[in-house]
């Protein structure tokens, strides 16, 4: 609210400001790809298409498709995010809102997304993607990376750090989430089970299945 919005309206509305936030993500991704490509990659074996909601300029996914030759990959953002990008055979980028529609895959990536919305926002965004890999014959999911506070035993430096972005979350009317948050959500928003891998520094890879 300091510069006279809720945070998503001032990144809209301002070019400086989407333009740092851009950056910031762009960066995020590069060094988030490689960490996801090198130890935990085993997500995407045996998927022939993703949807990556919110890949802005597709970062994460020219990495993961040069990983996974045989992979249709497609980033969804909101239009004035995705005009203009060029794609390639197997990146294209498509403009739309994650709280109507998601274009269908075997995989619905959620990088860094769902930490920042309310419950009731996430469980939307949810059911959209429950409803993108439904019927994808059997191996449907969505790949979630983001925070799970606490999932490193003994480790009080990284649990203070998770509870920094808690508070930094606050400001968006988000929080980072616990497992048994994470949980609740999965089962609000219709799904059968879920699996954490926790490889990624801060944050982990966490597959949830419809």
Not at 12 to 37: I, T, Y
Not at 50 to 73: C, H, Q, W
Request: charged share 25%; hydrophobic share 40%.
């Amino acid at each position: 609210m300091a510069h006279g919005g809720p945070a998503w309206e001032v990144i809209r509305r301002d070019p400086e400001v989407d333009g740092l936030f851009s950056g910031a993500m762009d960066n995020d991704s590069r060094l988030m790809a490689k960490a996801v490509v090198e130890t935990c990659g085993g997500a995407f074996v045996g998927l022939s298409s993703v949807t990556d909601v919110g890949g802005r300029s597709g970062t994460m996914g020219k990495a993961i498709t040069e990983a996974f030759p045989n992979l249709e990959y497609t980033v969804l953002d909101q239009p004035n995010i995705v005009d203009g990008l060029v794609g390639s055979e197997r990146l294209k980028f498509v403009g739309g809102d994650m709280f109507v529609e998601i274009p269908p895959a075997d995989a619905i990536l959620l990088k860094w997304v769902l930490h920042d919305w309310s419950d009731e926002k996430c469980i939307d965004i949810l059911k959209r993607s429950k409803e993108a890999v439904s019927g994808r014959g059997g191996i449907g999911k969505v790949i979630i990376i983001d925070v799970v506070v606490g999932n490193q035993p003994d480790d009080h430096r990284s649990t203070e750090t998770q509870l920094f972005w808690d508070m930094l979350m606050m400001t968006y009317d988000a929080k980072e989430r616990d497992e048994k948050e994470w949980e609740k959500l999965f089962v609000d928003a219709g799904f059968s089970g879920y699996k954490i891998i926790s490889h990624l520094g801060l944050r982990s890879l966490i597959e949830v299945y419809p």
